[in-house]
């Protein structure tokens, strides 16, 4: 029999979703939960389970040896805002001190990347999250039932290299777009909030652009769309939403299409290379 799988869980469903594909897929799964992001749902999808603090490194290092697990994947963020929002949750040990003096920003790339290093020099083998879960992931075309318009794919093409410049710059991985103008950058606030606030500041059909970071490490942090970023499509009158295929995660799909294709929001999978309205015609 193999050796279980070590899952480092963060916020949100994408855990949920990472463990039950393992499972499928027949590994057991060992995972670590975050106190005050993960949900606590997950201990019912996995073989064990256990809380650690943010910053408890050596803990999390000592579950997956004692269970012998040594292939793991990280899932789920952890927005930054939990830094200052809730600091009693966080409880650093030795080893994550060290890791965090050695820093010299924080951002996302720069304090997980630092993770992902210690993982694998104390004998882990840190998994590309697509390993456990290809299924999650959007394929190239339209998603859903509802076709874009080519006023949609004109805006994707305009916001797609925008998307691309912050990611660059590990910003964020989202730009709402009207009319070839960019109404929202997203940050530290995440996507969903960055699409109401687009969608705030102009008239009723945007196009919502979210891509991988043009040096994407496919160990975490890939881009994730679910049910909520579709309300928040909705709520704002947003008309289409495009991300890059093969590297975006599709949670809950079959109710994010549903609610696409009832608020009448084309969803769909870009190919960088064959990007909608910039030459290559309306994806099919």
Same mark, same amino acid.
């Given at each position: 029999?193999?050796?279980?799988?070590? @899952?480092? %869980?963060?916020?949100?469903?994408?855990?949920?979703?990472?463990? #039950?594909?393992?499972?499928?897929?027949?590994?057991?799964?060992?995972?670590?939960?975050?106190?005050?992001?993960?949900?606590?749902?997950?201990?019912?999808?996995?073989?064990?389970?256990?809380?650690?603090?943010?910053?408890?490194?050596?803990?999390?290092?000592?579950?997956?040896?004692?269970?012998?697990?040594?292939?793991?994947?990280?899932?789920?963020?952890?927005?930054?805002?939990?830094?200052?929002?809730?600091?009693?949750?966080?409880?650093?040990?030795?080893?994550?001190? #060290?890791?965090?003096? !050695?820093?010299?920003?924080?951002?996302?790339?720069?304090?997980?990347?630092?993770?992902?290093?210690?993982?694998?020099?104390?004998?882990?083998?840190?998994?590309?999250?697509?390993?456990?879960?290809?299924? @999650?992931?959007?394929?190239?075309?339209?998603?859903?039932? $509802?076709?874009? %318009?080519?006023?949609?794919?004109?805006?994707?093409?305009? !916001?797609?290299?925008?998307?691309?410049?912050?990611?660059?710059?590990?910003?964020?991985?989202?730009?709402?777009?009207?009319?070839? %103008?960019?109404?929202?950058?997203?940050?530290?606030?995440?996507?969903?909030?960055?699409?109401? #606030?687009?969608?705030?500041?102009?008239?009723?059909?945007?196009?919502?652009?979210?891509?991988?970071?043009?040096?994407?490490?496919?160990?975490?942090?890939?881009?994730?769309?679910?049910?909520?970023?579709?309300?928040?499509?909705?709520?704002?009158?947003?008309?289409?939403?495009? $991300?890059?295929?093969?590297?975006?995660?599709?949670?809950? #799909?079959?109710?994010? @299409?549903? @609610?696409?294709?009832?608020?009448?929001?084309?969803?769909?999978?870009?190919?960088?290379?064959?990007?909608?309205?910039?030459?290559?015609?309306?994806?099919?």
């Amino acid at each position: 029999m193999s050796s279980p799988k070590g @899952l480092i %869980a963060g916020l949100g469903r994408f855990p949920i979703e990472v463990a #039950r594909a393992a499972r499928a897929a027949g590994a057991s799964v060992v995972a670590v939960g975050l106190r005050g992001l993960t949900e606590a749902s997950l201990a019912d999808e996995v073989d064990h389970f256990a809380w650690v603090h943010l910053g408890q490194i050596e803990t999390i290092m000592g579950t997956f040896r004692e269970a012998g697990a040594t292939e793991l994947v990280m899932a789920g963020k952890v927005p930054k805002t939990f830094l200052w929002q809730q600091p009693e949750l966080i409880q650093p040990d030795a080893t994550a001190l #060290r890791v965090m003096q !050695g820093l010299a920003d924080r951002k996302d790339d720069s304090l997980l990347g630092a993770v992902a290093d210690l993982l694998v020099q104390e004998g882990f083998d840190l998994l590309g999250q697509a390993e456990l879960a290809p299924g @999650l992931f959007a394929e190239e075309g339209v998603l859903g039932k $509802v076709q874009p %318009a080519p006023e949609q794919l004109r805006d994707v093409a305009f !916001g797609w290299p925008v998307a691309k410049a912050i990611g660059d710059l590990d910003v964020g991985q989202t730009v709402v777009v009207r009319g070839a %103008a960019v109404l929202a950058l997203e940050a530290v606030e995440g996507t969903d909030e960055a699409v109401r #606030r687009g969608c705030a500041l102009g008239e009723p059909g945007a196009s919502v652009v979210k891509v991988a970071k043009p040096n994407q490490d496919m160990r975490f942090d890939v881009p994730t769309i679910g049910p909520t970023t579709l309300h928040a499509l909705a709520e704002g009158g947003a008309l289409a939403l495009a $991300v890059e295929a093969g590297k975006t995660v599709v949670l809950d #799909r079959s109710e994010v @299409l549903a @609610l696409a294709d009832r608020h009448g929001i084309a969803v769909i999978g870009v190919a960088p290379e064959r990007i909608p309205g910039a030459g290559g015609g309306a994806p099919s």
